[in-house]
């Protein structure tokens, strides 16, 4: 590249992805960097976007949609002196309203889509609003606003991009390489001065067509597609051939035309010198469902990838929130150990920066449009999940260094040497489970307690509000006692452990989970103690009634029993709510507030869509029209219901494929306030479950007609109205986090661990899609089915609130809500100390001296590289910090945390830590903003995201 467009003077070209362009570089020759340094100086050459890889924007969570943009940022910063200005985002399928936000608050003034309904591009293209400012639907002042360009046409290949007239397209692409026979190099023929004339005329007017699209007259043409430019000859034969055409055209004034090769800022350079911003349309929302029209003749629907790879999926929330936990802690261990002065426990966490940066590149990359997506190849998608497994095991590392020398009473140096002779902590910290693999879930370890011994669970809260945390570990004597990190002695539960694979439940002997509720401060590492001691407490056992089947023989501790009552209900209650459940199938059937009397019918039922062939797969979405959606549910389950003192269950196992388990907590907190709902499916091997679409659905008397709301990105809610004569297919959308419907008297909400495709096909009705499995391809590009389903976990909260206001015209989560799917999505994390070989450790390290306000999320304090060095560490961080947007118009609830209109209180500060300035940049940090005087002058508009660089002294 570098080489051709320094031989051809006049030709440009522009790249997206960093992940890329960061491999060439490490390669590259000291003399080719210098030149490529002079094409981005002189504009000839272009990175648009910038970030690690062209997202996804319907699946991604926006930690992770920022934190790639970040990272790509953050390298083209250090290594080329260079902030990208433009957005280039052609090929995610279907496009949402939060990138655009991201790229407008790193600085970017312009960006490009192109997969929108094709019903949304005549639109654009009868109003000429193909530009147009993209604004917040929550930004009344526009101050967000981009300049967002529209390709008119299908896609983004030459073939289609040239003009309306794919046909002609096509001999305007002269690629045309030795063994190749394609659709182009059969039409194109090379420009002569025989035929030059014809052919200007012929591609100027469809230049002249898409011009016409727009009320300024210009046209954007991209000359590229997938897998282009990779030949030395293709760059001469677009180069010259082309070349041949914009002269003449240029040189022949009648033509009143003018052609030349360009990046994307001339575009946006000439549209701003012929039109003010005020002209242009505003339009706020989104662009999904996606839907094309040109390859089948009829509309197809791209609304199956929301949930396509669950699995996948789930391992990239489980990546997002461990990265997130070691970037905050790190921040804090290797600022403290500088301070310190420690040398070699300095060397030792500067060097787990390296481990962050990789870390950091696979949580990024698997965020790329064929990943998150789950529409790659099988042997593609394994080599995502070994990535994003080493990016778990990474974070896990530095986590775990960061609290040993935390938490550890009188730091000391680093004194053992590994077989390289390289120093090093002696690990005394570990996590309590085992993962074999990427494609297998963990498993608990049980925790052995010496007679005599205890076992320390250390917590870590990495939210900036307290919280109220239900942990459980696998322990293997029941005659124990809980202590806190103040030596209060502190309520416990124990519950069976069962094994649930490979047919009837089975009782593990000798093992118990403990069940604690354990108080967290904000930014905190917690010591909970386990003690042994000599008698049982039998008022911490649970009690487990078994209904439709025999109860395991062996048991020696708990109360284990037949059902023998005639009730057609099972009900669990605290004091908040009453959740009612069949006694055929367990499943839930309603819930009552006790506050009010309120009772909602809430009908779950697990049903499947059978896919239709060759239309419904990894990409499309459905149901073959002649077959009933089949209930799952109506098959006889296995269940038991398990009480306790803290917390109530019904248990569910569907033969081996299905695993459905709610919980009710007696607790005083949030907690009670919802029912926690735990799903495991595994699909059994094919032949069976062929063309399954499995989804869960809730069923309620709310009347909330043909409108839901689902999350876009875990960052804004977006209103969704069903559209009945597009199909299910047409009305399926994306969610990272929640969903909900209302009425007028009452919400009922649905929050989720990982994405989903969701729906409310019908009024009252929560659905949302589990897994999916197509034999067949659905001709979008991937070649193959989806067949590698894996036993896949996922977790949810189902929240009934009621309505006491109706102030607010754009609808938002409430603020129990938000609360509820961040503990969801950020988990505290478990560490066990060894027993036998751990220093004195604090009972309790606190990094903040007091709580964030309810509504600020500290979404991340991440460290900075080194300018120029990309893998070391600097003295600063960045604080990333999000103002959730709630309504008041439900129910509220009493919080251990504050609302301070966006600001932070007086006085908060970092402990642990000296802070010697923060200063307010752009969001990925390239544009230095405000010099802030301490922490506490932090102020977050509602709903944005600022970042702030800290430096530590």
């Known amino acids: 590249m570098v080489d051709k467009l320094i031989k051809l003077p006049n030709m440009t070209f522009m790249w997206s992805e960093i992940s890329f362009f960061a491999k060439w570089w490490e390669r590259a020759h000291p003399q080719k960097k210098a030149a490529l340094k002079k094409l981005l100086q002189s504009g000839r050459f272009e990175i648009a976007t910038g970030g690690w890889v062209m997202t996804d924007e319907a699946s991604p969570h926006i930690y992770a949609m920022l934190d790639q943009l970040i990272e790509g940022h953050q390298w083209v910063y250090n290594n080329l002196d260079y902030a990208p200005k433009t957005g280039w985002s052609v090929d995610p399928f279907g496009h949402g309203a939060t990138l655009p936000y991201l790229l407008s608050e790193s600085g970017i003034e312009g960006m490009v889509i192109q997969r ?115 030949h030395e000859t293709e760059w001469e034969q677009q180069y010259s051939n082309y070349k041949q055409i914009f002269d003449y055209i240029n040189s022949n004034k009648e033509y009143h035309a003018s052609i030349q090769f360009g990046v994307l800022s001339d575009y946006f350079r000439e549209v701003q010198s012929r039109m003010r911003k005020d002209y242009l349309s505003k339009l706020s929302g989104d662009f999904f469902v996606y839907s094309d029209i040109f390859i089948e003749g009829r509309p197809a629907y791209w609304s199956g990838f929301y949930t396509t790879r669950p699995y996948w999926k789930s391992l990239c929330r489980q990546l997002e929130s461990s990265l997130r936990a070691a970037e905050i802690l790190y921040s804090f261990a290797l600022a403290r150990s500088r301070q310190q002065r420690l040398n070699r426990t300095r060397q030792i966490l500067e060097g787990d920066y390296q481990q962050l940066t990789v870390a950091r590149g696979n949580m990024g990359v698997f965020q790329h449009h064929d990943a998150i997506t789950g529409t790659s190849k099988s042997y593609v998608m394994h080599d995502y999940g070994l990535k994003l497994f080493d990016g778990i095991r990474m974070a896990f590392s530095v986590m775990t260094h960061a609290a040993q020398y935390l938490l550890t009473e009188k730091p000391v140096e680093a004194e053992e040497e590994n077989e390289k002779g390289v120093k090093h902590w002696p690990l005394f910290l570990s996590f309590p489970f085992e993962r074999q693999g990427y494609h297998v879930l963990p498993q608990p370890l049980p925790q052995y307690i010496p007679p005599g011994a205890e076992l320390r669970l250390i917590l870590y809260n990495s939210l900036a509000q307290a919280r109220q945390e239900p942990v459980r570990v696998i322990i293997t004597v029941p005659n124990i006692k809980v202590i806190d990190s103040d030596g209060k002695s502190v309520p416990f539960q124990l519950n069976p452990v069962w094994n649930t694979t490979g047919g009837p439940l089975q009782l593990i002997k000798g093992q118990y989970e403990l069940l604690v509720i354990a108080h967290l401060p904000p930014l905190s590492l917690v010591t909970y103690h386990i003690k042994r001691v000599d008698d049982r407490d039998s008022s911490t056992l649970s009690s487990v009634t078994f209904f439709n089947t025999l109860p395991p023989s062996e048991n020696n501790v708990f109360s284990i029993q037949k059902d023998s009552s005639s009730l057609n209900n099972i009900k669990l209650e605290n004091s908040y709510l009453t959740s009612k459940f069949s006694s055929d199938s367990g499943l839930l059937k309603s819930i009552t507030l006790k506050s009010s009397g309120r009772k909602v019918r809430t009908r779950l039922d697990f049903q499947a869509y059978n896919s239709a062939q060759f239309h419904s797969g990894a990409y499309l979405f459905l149901p073959e029209p002649r077959q009933p959606v089949r209930n799952i549910s109506d098959t006889p389950p296995l269940f038991c219901v398990l009480r306790g003192p803290i917390c109530s269950e019904v248990f569910i196992q569907y033969s081996d494929f299905l695993t459905h388990t709610v919980r009710v907590y007696h607790t005083d907190n949030l907690l009670s306030k919802a029912l926690e709902m735990d799903n495991i499916v595994d699909y059994p091997a094919l032949p069976k479950f062929r063309e399954t679409e499995m989804f869960l659905r809730v069923t309620s008397d709310v009347s909330s007609g043909s409108t839901f709301y689902s999350d876009l990105n875990g960052f804004q809610m977006m209103k969704r109205t069903i559209i009945p004569k597009i199909g299910i297919e047409g009305n399926y959308y994306p969610a990272s986090t929640q969903m909900y419907i209302q009425d007028e008297s009452t919400r009922l909400t649905l929050l989720m661990s990982r994405a989903h495709g969701v729906t409310s096909w019908q009024s009252g009705c929560l659905e949302a899609m589990l897994d999916r499995r197509s034999l067949y391809d659905d001709s979008r590009g991937m070649g193959e089915g989806v067949i590698d389903n894996k036993r896949t976990q996922g977790r949810f909260w189902l929240l009934l609130e009621e309505r006491v206001s109706e102030s607010e015209s754009l609808s938002r989560p409430t603020l129990l809500a938000n609360t509820l799917s961040n503990s969801l999505i950020y988990p505290a994390h478990t560490l066990v100390a060894d027993p036998g070989n751990s220093p004195v450790l604090r009972n309790k390290v606190s990094l903040l001296n007091r709580p964030f306000p309810c509504d600020m999320h500290l979404v991340n304090l991440r460290v900075l590289p080194v300018k120029a060095y990309f893998e070391f560490p600097s003295q600063s961080s960045l604080l990333i910090l999000q103002r959730q947007g709630y309504s008041c118009d439900f129910s509220s609830q009493t919080y251990q945390c504050s609302l301070t209109e966006g600001n932070l209180a007086r006085n908060t500060r970092f402990k642990e830590v000296h802070v010697s300035g923060i200063q307010r940049t752009s969001i990925t940090a390239l544009q230095p903003g405000e010099i802030l005087d301490m922490l506490s002058d932090v102020s977050v508009q509602p709903m944005k995201i600022n970042t702030y660089n800290v430096t530590f002294a």
């Open 116 to 230: 929108i309904h094709f019903a949304w591009k005549q639109y654009l293209a009868e109003q000429q609003n193909g530009d147009f400012l993209w604004r917040q639907t929550w930004d009344t002042g526009g101050t967000t606003d981009i300049l967002c360009h529209n390709n008119p046409f299908d896609i983004y290949s030459i073939k289609h991009s040239c003009g309306p007239h794919p046909l002609v397209c096509l001999t305007f692409d002269f690629r045309k390489i030795k063994g190749e026979f394609t659709e182009y190099s059969q039409r194109a023929q090379p420009i002569t001065k025989w035929n030059v004339k014809e052919r200007a005329e012929t591609l100027l007017a469809q230049y002249g067509r898409t011009g016409s699209l727009f009320p300024h007259n210009v046209a954007l043409i991209s000359l590229g597609d997938d897998f282009r430019f990779d």
